[in-house]
């Protein structure tokens, strides 16, 4: 079974973007694949954060992960923080890495830019080795990631290929080489107030995006003032109906009917109909998700998955760092893996 790893950064409440577009494919991937998903707070303090509301944060990410339906049976849920080999093996790959290639990645050059070298943490530039690390440490033969995270599976690979090169006995591979599995077509949704641009939880406006925790009132407010267009017809048409074609996008992954289904099913109806049924499917979506939320941010269940999902994570990830540790020379000898 070919084994997969994500990492999924506290950042604030998921959208229904996020979970049309990762969290329901993460679902599907715990039956077929070997799965760690792994709450990454060690990236989150590239910048500054609250402490206590980091924690809050990387708890009730983990709770709603859960929610929607990641089984700790199946797959293997964790902190990152929790397993100390990710920091050792970013040293390791840090060491292995030129600055130019980090310099050369594009959240640093973006915000460096923006905000001057000396406005910039240093870890903004050297969490790609952390990122490296998360996925070597578990074997990973796949990454699911989107268009814009395929730069970082780039420098994944040239490090994998350099280590083994470097490291590696003949015929012999210390770490695995990851391939990525870009997200399934048809799963980006665009923002309801401009359904040009992604939707975002860091949207200005709060009309643009739907919370995965928002209320069911909530909903069907910003569900009604979603943009569409003056025709009134329903029909799938991004380029040219890129409102009403977000909205079917939407619809048709709460129902799982076929955008072509809804299209025919709501010919001749008017956008004010069609968007009353589209928010009570989404709400009808979102309830139990929140319920079972909501009872595990409160239980003693959630933190005794994450305790268990760590030791399971730790079980994989020291085996990779020793082989590293070995390869590298540190310590006195080299140790082997029990």
Known sequence: METIFSGIQPSGTPTIGNYIGAMKQF??????????????????????????KLRQQTRSLAALYLAVGLDPEKAKIFIQSEVSAHAEAAWIIQCNTSIGELERMTQFKDKSQKNGRTGVSAGLLTYPPLMVGDIILYNADLVPVGEDQKQHL????????????????????????????IAEQGSRIMSLQNPTSKMSKSDANPKGFISMLDEPNVIRKKIKSA??????????????????????????????????ELAEAYNGKGYGEFKTDLAEAVVALLEPIQNRYKELLVSEELDDILDHGAEKARLVANKTLQRMKNAVGLGRKPKRNK
Not at 27 to 52: G, R
Not at 233 to 247: H, R
């Open 27 to 52: 679902v599907n991937l715990q039956e077929s694949y070997n799965c760690y998903f792994c709450i990454v707070d060690e990236h989150a303090i590239t910048v500054p954060q609250e402490p206590q």
């Open 154 to 181: 780039e420098l994944t690979r040239d490090f994998v290929e350099r280590f083994n090169k470097r490291y590696a006995q003949p015929n012999q591979e210390i770490l695995t080489m990851p391939e990525v599995k």
């Open 227 to 260: 943009v569409t267009d003056s025709t009134g017809v329903i029909e799938y048409d991004p380029e040219n109906k890129p409102g009403i074609s977000n909205l079917l996008s939407i619809f048709s992954a709460a129902t799982d009917r076929s955008i072509d």
